[in-house]
């Protein structure tokens, strides 16, 4: 049952072969059973799955099911989830119950769709590898000795070991792109406006967005389309009509002209994931693809202008965790600098206050010009580099990430974790879609092919991804539990 | 722009952010190498660039002023650390 | 040495909206604390603002009010800092780009001349809530209910040279809003708050001197008190030698005196960016030309107007135009009455005077303008005279009557025109007053003018007031001489 698609299990659930109770108790019992060594949920919400689940069953049995109804998901813990923690991975948020839902969460539950539960994310999504987690670090599947990438490790790791069927993640710069492919599974990031962020935590809010993570694009395509569309509460989301993302799926990739960007192929990209990007792209020529090289220029300037921009905006997104009205408050403070510094001080971890301080510092006076505008600036010739190679191309392909999953606590030092973003981060600068598909292995660790489309390309994105999938597959992979080859 | 040990506490400060001298001194060289790498900006020529804010060349939509919340006090203040009388508490503000 | 007095304000204008500028909560006065804070209001985590079109347009239309530019473009920016009452620790503001561009005000001197203050912008931001210091336990207690509610602020070049001037701009900034609709002006609930720049200056020098801010001055008179003293206070420190301080300093309404806010010398560092939860705001021209067509008459306009058409002096048109209540109020009873110069003297004697005793508003008069009109009409066509006018204006405004008419029906109180009848009262006083008429008959005939008084007097009593006195002075004349 845990090996199936969300497709799939579609699909048995209106066949009768099970029902959505039957599923959802046995995914609850490989949660418990495994998520002790991975770690990938925050909280588990049995009861009320199982709850949803019997409504499921019972709407099907009244003739009322739609494709969705039944199946069992999981929400990264940035999405606020009513009378359910919602820590998003902090001590800040530890205690607190969100009093409402996201408005992607309202979509999914009116989609007939239930949660297992919050999973596990770097603080406030600020990570790439899951380690900056108030609940510990997350395991690889594959390799519980390797991260699953970040911040969506929770996500990304509880789908690849089968606990769940799909899930939702957040990507700022990143986010569900990198750990899809530390994690061999497919992740979409969407346009930038295309998902609603009503009721999903703040880290930057010019970049973030959420997306689905599934074992396939087609799957990804079925939660695209529930959650994606004008949402009246956020003034960002783009009022724009969402298509049946599954119909396009089939469609043949002769003449798809692709563009492989100079930039994404140079130095610090590890030669096995390289060959293994490589033998994809050839894949796709055996599809009836053409591939042509192409130029970002300013792909080099992406990693400095987002860690402007970010934790500029995110310095902002966060004062109002303060200790009054929600959240953590530090033990009897002496005064009102004395509550602000220690709830915030005790609150917050080490990468969330490094990114507040960098941010606060770059937007003060005398160097926001410097820093911030000039990153702006920057910002919009890297969507030019886009909006160029698009103009040639139909889509952009490369690695998800230089490297394949890196080894727990591998990464110390801060900045050279933020390099392991040079091939996500521009996309969010851009505000374009881009999706990971498993692709090989490199040292027995899933290698992420990155195919990016212009913006509100998500249709031709999960097309061009879908097909792969049906010519190779590396999406099938399934990492050996410890507990099940024991 | 070198970062100084000031820079770090003023910005601390600013963001109401409680560190140790400990912390200080290692976010002191975290954040010097950070600005290090934001200052390859500089190199970019961008005359007669606008700032980029959002991805999407949109503008605001505007809501209808209409009064669509109801009182739900209750619910909103199980999760504050501090009430009473169904105002949030804090220590005595001095003006 | 001769001082100049500059300064410059910063208003700020809550406006009329029924919901907040980013939220779907209530913006209504006085409801039990943190119920009208929805979770947007709450900065809650994962909550958006979307901006209310109502509170665009309010401010579009007090830019037209005072022949503003109004920009294709705007942008709102965040203002971060600290602050209890500031849930999100940071006020969605607008820094760079505002709303409003320049326009001017223009506010009427005591010489009757009149001045041009110039607006620098006005923009759109969101208000706090509020923080209230009963003991708490030694705690300080925050309601949001006023966090979101929408402010228009006001900042005006430093055109102002004295404390009347000052206060005449906020008047006029009070009129024009008021006029709009797009307040209610109350500044006693707040809904008008008001920051003052001042610094003196050698008279002739042209660098501004350094100036004070004079944080929340909330009424009318104590922004006229609170300057005097400020500027009182730096003209004295400067001619000892000694330097003004660049600093914020608040109005003590008690002991009429600012004094310093003794708050940590720190600079503050707001670090405005623009917000990217929400995205440029863009007014087309057809728009902003809609709105303009749609602008009522204001002050300006009206005034002029009732100089010219209805022929009211300066003064009179001054104070009728003042506000809009007292405009609409004036203008309908001289639509009922047909009488500009009569209206204008009951609306500013009787009727003010009436209200000023009970301290009331012109909107809350128990005497509506088409009564008074109506009272105003039959004054005007004779029905009754002015004593029992009088008495009918008591009358209604005590609910006695629905109407003028109907309680000068029910008092009797219709003016005695009637010859044969008054001549009837006359012969009767006459009769009762041998003595006073022998008085009369053995006057000197110079003298008699005076002693008619007092059989004026017995005939209006006689006729309860209704007797037409320019008659009963005329009959009384002849009979009175034919006795002599």
Not at chain 3, 324 to 340: K, Q, S
Request: net charge negative; aromatic share 6%; glycine share 10%.
């Amino acid at each position: 049952m845990h090996d199936q698609t969300l497709t799939g299990l579609a699909a048995a659930l209106a066949a009768g072969e099970f029902s959505s109770r039957e599923l959802t108790e046995h995914l609850l019992a490989r949660i418990e059973r495994h998520d002790g060594a991975l770690n990938s949920f925050i909280t588990v919400t049995g009861e009320q799955a199982l709850a949803a689940a019997d409504a499921a069953d019972a709407a099907r049995a009244r003739g009322e099911a739609g494709p969705l109804t039944g199946l069992p998901l999981a929400l990264k813990d940035i999405f606020c989830t009513r009378g359910v923690k919602t820590s998003c991975g902090s001590r800040m948020l530890d205690n607190f119950d969100a009093p409402y839902d996201a408005s992607v969460v309202e979509k999914l539950a009116a989609a007939g769709t239930l949660s297992l539960g919050k999973t596990n994310m770097d603080e406030f999504a600020m990570g790439s590898s899951n380690e900056n987690s108030f609940y510990g670090a997350v395991k690889n599947p594959w390799d519980l000795g390797a991260v699953p990438g970040g911040s969506s490790g929770g996500s990304a790791a509880a789908v690849a070991a089968g606990l769940v069927p799909a899930a939702l993640g957040t990507d700022t710069g990143g986010s569900i792109r990198q750990p899809a492919a530390f994690c061999g599974i497919t992740g979409l990031k969407p346009t930038y406006g295309r998902v609603s962020r009503y009721g999903m935590i703040a880290y930057a809010s010019s970049l973030d967005q959420a997306g689905p993570m599934a074992r396939t694009a087609e799957d990804c395509a079925h939660l695209l389309g529930a959650i994606a569309g004008h949402d009246l509460r956020d003034s960002t989301s783009v009022a724009r009509g969402v298509p049946d993302y599954t119909e396009g799926l089939e469609a043949p990739l002769s003449g798809l002209k692709i563009g492989l960007p100079r930039e994404y192929f140079g130095d610090g990209l590890s030669a096995e994931v390289e060959r293994a990007v490589r033998e994809a792209i050839r894949v796709y020529e055996s599809l009836g693809a053409t591939v042509r090289e192409v130029s970002l220029p300013h792909t080099h300037y992406a990693i400095p202008a987002y860690y402007v921009i970010a934790p500029a905006e995110a310095s902002s997104n966060l004062s109002r965790f303060d200790g009054v009205r929600f959240g953590h408050r530090c033990e009897n403070p002496t005064d009102l600098i004395d509550l602000y510094k220690r709830s915030r001080g005790e609150g917050f971890g080490e990468e969330v206050k490094r990114r507040i301080l960098i941010g606060t510092h770059t937007l003060s006076e005398g160097f926001f010009d410097a820093y911030y505008k000039q990153a702006q600036k920057v910002r919009r010739l890297i969507r030019q580099d886009f909006l160029d190679a698009f103009e040639e191309v139909d889509v952009l392909m490369g690695p998800a990430s230089p490297t394949p999953a890196f080894d727990l606590g591998a990464n110390k030092d801060p900045v050279s974790m933020y390099l392991q973003d040079i091939y996500t981060i521009a996309v969010n600068l851009a505000g374009i879609p881009g999706i990971s598909v498993p692709a090989g292995f490199a040292g027995g660790r899933p290698v992420g092919l990155q195919i990016l489309g212009t913006h509100f390309a998500e249709a031709q994105l999960l097309n061009v991804a879908h097909q792969f999938q049906q010519a190779t597959d590396w999406h099938l992979r399934r990492p050996d539990l410890a507990e099940e080859t024991a | 722009m070198a970062l100084e040990h000031a820079d770090v506490l003023r910005a601390a400060h600013l963001a109401r952010l409680g560190l140790d001298e400990g912390e200080a001194d290692r976010y002191l060289d975290d954040l010097g190498r950070i600005l290090e790498m934001a200052d390859q900006l500089q190199s970019i020529d961008t005359d007669g660039v606008a700032p980029l804010a959002h991805p999407l060349d949109a503008t605001q939509r505007l809501r209808a002023d209409e009064v669509t919340e109801t009182d739900q006090r209750e619910t909103f203040q199980r999760c504050a650390p501090a009430v009473e009388n169904g105002l949030y508490l804090v220590p005595r503000v001095v003006e | 040495m001769q001082w100049e007095t500059v300064i410059g304000l910063e208003v700020h204008v809550q406006l009329a909206t029924r919901s907040k500028i980013f939220s779907g909560a209530s913006t209504a006065f006085g409801a039990e604390p943190n119920t009208q804070a929805c979770a947007v209001d709450l900065g809650l985590p994962g909550v958006l603002p979307v901006l209310n079109e109502q509170a665009v347009a309010m401010a579009v239309q007090f830019g037209l009010g005072i022949h503003a530019e109004i920009p294709e473009l705007s942008v709102f920016d965040r203002k971060n800092y600290f602050y209890p009452d500031l849930p999100k620790g940071y006020q969605t503001s607008q820094m760079y780009e505002p709303i409003v561009g320049p326009g001017e005000v223009e506010i009427l001197l005591d010489d009757g001349e009149s001045k041009r203050i110039r607006v620098h912008h006005a923009h759109l931001e969101e208000d706090a809530g509020k923080s209230l210091h009963e003991d708490f336990h030694g705690m300080t207690g925050i309601d949001l209910n006023r966090a979101g509610t929408p402010l228009l602020e006001i900042v005006s070049e430093p055109d102002m040279r004295s404390a009347k001037e000052a206060a005449a701009y906020l008047k006029a900034i009070h009129s024009i809003v008021t006029y709009l609709g797009i307040s209610d002006g109350n500044m006693a609930e707040g809904s008008m708050r008001c920051d003052v720049n001042v610094s003196v200056r050698p008279k002739g020098q042209d660098a501004f001197g350094t100036r004070a801010e004079i944080k929340n001055v909330n009424s009318f008179r104590f922004v006229e008190r609170a300057i005097e003293f400020e500027v009182e206070r730096q003209i004295e420190l400067l001619e000892d030698g000694g330097t003004v301080v660049q600093e914020t300093r608040l109005y003590d309404p008690e002991a009429d005196e600012t004094r310093s806010m003794r708050t940590k010398e720190e600079a503050n560092d707001y670090r405005y960016f623009p917000c990217p939860d929400l995205l440029p705001v863009v007014l087309d021209q057809a728009y902003v030309d809609h709105l303009r067509g749609q602008l009522p008459e204001l002050p300006a306009a009206k005034r002029e107007r009732f100089q010219s058409e209805l022929g009211l002096s300066a003064y009179d048109a001054g104070v009728l135009s003042a506000s809009r209540a007292m405009a609409e109020y004036f203008e309908r009873v001289h639509a009922v009455c047909g009488d500009a110069k009569q209206a204008a003297n009951w609306v500013q004697g009787e009727l003010s005077g009436a209200l000023n005793r009970e301290g009331l508003a012109i909107v809350d008069s128990p005497v509506s303008a088409d009564q008074l009109g109506g009272l105003v009409a039959r004054v005007k066509d004779d029905t009754i005279n002015g004593k029992a006018a009088k008495q009918v204006f008591q009358a209604l405004w005590h609910g006695e009557g629905d109407s003028a008419d109907a309680i000068i029906e029910a008092k009797g109180l219709k003016q005695v025109t009637d010859t044969g009848a008054i001549e009837a009262m006359i012969d009767q006083v006459i009769a009762d007053s041998p003595a006073q008429v022998a008085q009369y008959r053995d006057a000197e005939p110079d003298k008699r003018g005076k002693m008619i008084g007092y059989f004026v007097g017995q005939v209006m009593k006689a006729s309860r007031g209704t007797a037409n006195p320019q008659q009963v002075n005329a009959l009384l004349k002849e009979k009175l001489d034919a006795l002599c």
